[in-house]
Structures are given as C-alpha cells and as structure tokens.
C-alpha cells in the first residue's frame, strides 16, 4: 500500500517542475516609434564677404575755381594709383555713396557735413580741403580750416604786379556774380596799395591804378573783346587773371596787346613770354604731407596750407 506513494510525489513533482519551466519563453521584438520634431532643423548662415575697400571718392564741391580742382584731382589719381587704387569724381557727397568698397574720400567745399559723415562711417578715411571751421577727429583730416581765401591770392598778385611794373598800371579781371570773385579783386587792390600807396601815374593815362574789372565766365568772344579793349586802352600793363575767367583765346588777346599776365595755373607756353607769375593756394603740397597717413589709418589732424 505504501508503496505506491513514492509513485504518486513522483507525478506531482513533474508536474510542478513542468508548470514552472513553461516551456520556451516568448520572443519580445521591440516596437520603435519616431516622434516628429517640433523645432525644424536650422542650417548655418553663410558668413557675407565683405568687399575690399579699393575706391576712392572726390566730392568736387561748387566753390573752389576749376584749375584747383583739377590739380587735385591729378595729384590724387597719382598717389591712389601708387597704392592701386580707382579714383572717382562726384558733384556733392551723400551717404549712398559712401559703399564698403570706399577707403577715402576727398571732401571740396561746400560742406555736406562732413564731421557727422566721419561719425557714421567709422571705417573711411575722410580728407577735407579748404572747408572752413572744421575740427580734425580719428578719421578726417582737415586741409585749410581757414576755407579757401581768394583774397589771398588777390593780395599776392596785385603786391607782385605793382612791384613788377612801371607807374603801378595795374589791375584785375574778376568773375561776376561771384562773392570769390570780389574777395579777389579787393584782395589784388590792397595788395597794390600795400605796395605803392596811392599808386599815382606821372603820365597819361591817369586811371586810378589798381582797377578791378569783373566778367561773365561764359562769356563768348563778342562779350569779352570790348571788356579787353578796355582793360588795354586804360593802360594796365600788367594783370591778374581770376582763374573762373581764365579764357585761353582772351588772355592771349591781353598779350598780344602788350599786357603782361599773372595767373592762378601754369601757363600754355605761347603764353609763357607775356607771363610774370603763378600764385595760388598749395592745397597739393598738404595733400600729399598727409596722404601716407590716411592710408595707414593714422589718426586725423589739420593741416595748415601756403601760398605759392
């Protein structure tokens, strides 16, 4: 009878150990779920290349006579070329014209306020020349603070004609409607003055000595003949010639009548016998004392002119 238990434990052993095992567990495949980003993906702002500053600009003005500014002109393609720079000619300056690609800009009068310009524009170098009351700062050189004086002038020639010619049978042919125009002829008056006093002649013809006569610049040969014919019949010798009015054809009219000239430019030489003298303001020589520093970023000051 007792036997047959260790049968039946046998039976339930198995059956336990077989319900434990449960045979092969389950194979779990993993279930992969890809949630969409809210934030797109953002690329890398190309860096913008930022042009090389190889230009510069000449704002020409309205005020300085044309023979000043063409000498600046030249002399500034020189010295830009030496460094390959491209040199280009403006009316009047405005802040569109002032690009990146810009390095220096030459400022003639009028002023188109220059000192707020170099405030704006950090990175160009600025030259003023003979734009009155001005100061220097980190990026402008001023050139003739004191504007462009043509009274100066005057003053030279008319003390250079009255010393240079006999009796002071001197005088001066202005440009009308212009207030340069007058600040020359008064300036050539007292030049004279300062030389000869009263200038009286001994001889006929007894003209007040200095005179000043003023001429359209656009005048045609029908306009400025008489002008000439009077300039001679009063018995000016020698003359002081406005460069507004600087007409090649009249002035070699005056020398074939036997006057002797003073002016502002180097002269053509089939006026070179009839030539006493060349005066004008030396904005060059300043210009070019300063030009290596503009370019190598030294800091702005000003710059007294001369004559010559």
Not at 68 to 93: C, F, M, R
Not at 132 to 147: C, E, H
Not at 184 to 212: K, W
Not at 250 to 273: C, E, F, H, N, V
Request: aromatic residues 8%; glycine residues 8%.
């Amino acid at each position: 009878m007792f036997r047959k238990y260790p049968i039946i434990l046998l039976l339930i052993f198995s059956t336990i150990v077989s319900g434990c095992n449960g045979g092969t567990p389950p194979i779990v495949t993993p279930v992969i779920v890809e949630i969409p980003s809210l934030i797109p993906p953002t690329q890398a702002p190309t860096p913008t290349a930022v042009p090389e500053a190889t230009r510069v600009l000449i704002s020409t003005g309205s005020q300085l006579p044309e023979a000043d500014i063409k000498q600046i002109i030249a002399l500034v393609q020189s010295l830009a070329g030496q460094s390959n720079l491209t040199v280009e000619t403006i009316s009047s300056l405005t802040p569109e014209a002032l690009t990146p690609d810009v390095k220096v800009v030459i400022v003639l009068p009028p002023d188109p306020g220059i000192v707020d310009l170099t405030s704006r524009y950090l990175g160009i170098r600025f030259v003023a020349i003979a734009v009155p009351s001005i100061q220097s700062t980190a990026n402008l050189f001023a050139i003739g603070v004191d504007g462009s004086h043509p009274e100066w002038s005057g003053f030279m020639a008319g003390y250079i004609a009255a010393i240079l010619t006999n009796e002071w049978r001197v005088g001066a042919l202005t440009q009308a409607g212009l207030n340069e125009g007058l600040l020359a002829g008064d300036g050539f008056r007292n030049g004279a003055m300062f030389y000869c006093g009263l200038c009286n002649p001994s001889f006929p013809p007894f003209t007040d000595y200095p005179i000043a006569v003023e001429m359209n610049p656009a005048a045609t040969q029908p306009e400025w003949q008489p002008i000439a014919d009077a300039f001679i019949a009063s018995g000016v010798k020698t003359a002081y010639i406005y460069p507004g009015i600087a007409n090649p054809e009249m002035m070699a009219y005056l020398a074939q009548g036997g006057m002797k000239l003073i002016g502002s430019q180097t002269p053509p030489d089939t006026l070179r016998p009839a030539w006493f003298a060349t005066v004008q303001v030396d904005y060059n020589s300043a210009l070019q004392s300063v030009w290596g520093d503009v370019l190598s970023g030294a800091a702005g000051r000003v710059v007294w002119i001369q004559m010559r």
